[in-house]
């Protein structure tokens, strides 16, 4: 990686995880979407949260959408 | 409804190679974007060999795969893997399966890691198949999917009649 750049999405994990513990009160269970710092806002389901930021920010951006659980899940795989 | 049969090979087959179809892995089909339209973006779909894996509880794909599509990352996810915990990537895709008819996956979640069996680009995992019906029919070597359809059924309004 060249020097100063980021890791794909580094700035919205680091934002996600700052504001996990106020929003796990809240939205347990719902799938945020971030971009940079900028919170677009909170979905039932991943398709929401996907098609929601696709709309603001583009379809080939990057950007974080992740359900707020608590603890982190591990899925199974092989 | 629709329904998809394997082919008869002989027993063994599926034995030793496991449920396997040909998918077409590519960026997410949203028509409806507003202000989007598909041409105002590069769309790239490729073809692979999958293996249905009921013991996975997520779809994956190779990394050679989302590299050659250009997938957008919309998360990181930890996964269990055999030998531990791998941290990966994970991308938003669109799943097709022209070959047996099924109806496309528009938009899902896809994790990205090294897969272990050399000829598969991708485990189809329990993801997708909680949208389907799957049954495995060792004794006769054929599995079958089956997977309901929406039929677009149209209520008329309550009271309606169209005599009066």
Redesign the interface.
């Known amino acids: 990686m060249a020097a100063g750049q980021r890791a794909r999405l580094a700035v919205e994990l680091e934002y996600y995880s700052q504001h996990k513990p106020e929003w796990l009160a809240q939205k347990t269970g719902q799938y945020v979407v971030i971009k940079d710092t900028d919170l677009l806002g909170f979905y039932p389901d991943f398709e929401a949260a996907y098609r929601a930021g696709a709309a603001s920010y583009g379809l080939d951006k990057d950007f974080l959408v992740k359900q707020i659980t608590e603890p982190e899940p591990v899925f199974f795989v092989f | 409804m629709r329904i998809y049969h394997s082919p008869s090979r002989n027993l063994r087959d599926l034995k030793i190679h496991g449920p396997r179809l040909k998918i077409t892995i590519g960026?997410?089909i949203?028509e409806?974007?507003?202000?989007?339209s598909l041409t105002s973006?590069?769309t790239r779909f490729t073809e692979t060999d999958a293996l249905i894996?009921t013991?996975?509880?997520?779809t994956?794909v190779a990394p050679e795969a989302v590299e050659r599509i250009?997938l957008?990352?919309?998360?990181?996810?930890?996964?269990?893997?055999?030998g531990g915990?791998k941290k990966a990537?994970v991308y938003?895709a669109s799943l097709q399966f022209p070959r047996c008819g099924l109806g496309t996956i528009?938009?899902?979640?896809v994790?990205c890691?090294e897969?272990?069996h050399p000829l598969y680009r991708c485990?189809i995992?329990r993801d997708v198949l909680s949208r389907w019906v799957f049954t495995y029919e060792g004794p006769v070597g054929t599995w079958h999917i089956t997977e309901e359809v929406d039929t677009g059924w149209v209520e008329p309004p309550e009271g309606f009649d169209p005599n009066l």
């Open positions: 960026h997410p949203l409806s974007a507003p202000g989007q973006r590069q894996d013991g996975a509880q997520r994956v250009g957008s990352k919309v998360n990181e996810a930890e996964l269990r893997v055999v915990i990537d938003v528009e938009v899902i979640e994790s890691c897969l272990p485990l995992g």
